[in-house]
């Protein structure tokens, strides 16, 4: 195997692992799953909001990249961007994404050991 093909091979053994969650919202009247990792595409999205001085505007991109229904189905589009920023309780959407990041921490320390 090429280092490409076992570049590709581990990533997709760390998509195997599958969603993460789920989340309680009892706000939204909903439960949220996750994705643990995301490609670099995605990650360079948050990034380019964070360098900018957009850092809300990256919090929901990040939970719109990440968020799933128990299906692994999207929970938002992009289209709900301007939605989540303007009529989303900044509180609720918080928690949901440090609990995705404290979780996804917790997993990538036992992946490693």
Do not use: C, Y
Request: net charge negative; glycine share 2%.
């Amino acid at each position: 195997m090429s280092i490409i093909d076992n570049v590709e091979a581990h990533f997709q053994q760390v998509l195997a692992e599958g969603l993460q969650g789920p989340i309680d919202i009892p706000e939204w009247e909903t439960e949220l799953w996750w994705k643990p990792t995301t490609t670099l595409a995605e990650e360079s999205i948050i990034m380019e909001l964070t360098q900018q001085g957009k850092t809300t505007e990256a919090l929901v991109m990040s939970l719109i990249i990440r968020a799933r229904t128990k299906d692994n189905e999207p929970a938002f589009s992009k289209a709900d961007k301007l939605k989540l920023m303007r009529v989303a309780d900044p509180k609720v959407v918080l928690r949901v994404i440090t609990e995705m990041n404290t979780a996804t921490s917790e997993w990538e320390s036992a992946v490693k050991n």
